[in-house]
């Protein structure tokens, strides 16, 4: 059985990509995310570092914080990759699906390790690929892009919001980053988290929710 870590931000990208990968037979040792040194939230969903690990609690699988800014992301990366891979460790799953230039800049940081960047979602047309997501798990829109409505953040993916981006010409599985998804129940939970309160914070580009209350439900089952 081949080992792999996954890049993790807790939408449901990466969670779909973790599941179809254990479907094929890879055994995941390790989550990983990235913290912004600025904000103290999980630099690519602006979340808090404790909601990822009551997440990665329920999976089973046991969870890495790496601290950076963009601007030391790389060196940072770099670093982690030497230490993943004197653990054995050589691949790594990604839960992009659509992004050309960022699965090549992986791809080649990868191979200077001699290890390997999977892409499980790679291919699967958007609507097809959020249908499913929407079917198996259920995911909260924690960050949605400025010229989208604001009536949908916090709100569960639905396809109701599906077709809006969809009308809009837009990618349905939010691969351009229209949209972020925390997942709060899906295949590999064993539980439930329900986000109990959130504020909101704009910026010029997006709107998120600033989650500060939780509470876990379950098991629920798989």
């Known amino acids: 059985m081949s080992v792999a870590f996954a890049m993790w931000s807790g939408g449901k990208g990466c969670q779909y990509a973790l599941q179809r990968a254990m479907q094929a037979g890879m ?3 390790l989550l990983v995310t990235v913290i912004d040194e600025e904000t103290e939230l999980v630099m690519s969903h602006r979340l808090p570092p404790e909601l990822i690990e009551e ?5 089973g699988i046991p969870l890495m914080k790496v601290r ?5 992301y790389e060196r940072v990366l770099r670093n982690l990759l030497f230490d993943i891979r004197s653990d054995g460790i050589a691949r790594c ?6 992004r050309r230039d960022r699965r090549d800049w992986y791809e080649m940081l990868f191979a200077d390790y001699s290890m390997r960047a ?5 291919g699967i047309p958007p609507a097809l690929l959020v249908e499913e997501q929407r079917r198996l798990m259920r995911s909260v829109i924690v960050q949605i892009d400025r010229s989208l409505s604001e009536s949908y953040l916090g709100k569960d993916l639905s396809v109701e919001f599906i077709e809006y981006l969809a009308e ?17 129940r899906g295949p590999l939970m064993d539980g439930e988290i329900v986000l109990t309160h959130a504020e909101r914070r704009a910026t010029p580009e997006s709107i998120s929710l600033e989650i500060d209350f939780w509470k876990v439900e379950g098991p629920v089952g798989h």
Do not use: K, N, S
Not at 55 to 59: F, V, Y
Not at 174 to 183: D, K, L, R
């Open 68 to 72: 950076a800014r963009y601007a030391t």
């Open 118 to 122: 999977l892409y499980p979602l790679w």
């Open 55 to 59: 997440q990665a609690r329920l999976i």
């Open 93 to 98: 799953i990604f839960g992009d699906a659509a």
């Open 168 to 184: 809009r010409g837009m990618d349905p599985a939010g691969a351009g980053g229209e949209y972020h998804t925390f997942v709060c």
């Open 27 to 29: 055994e995941c040792e």
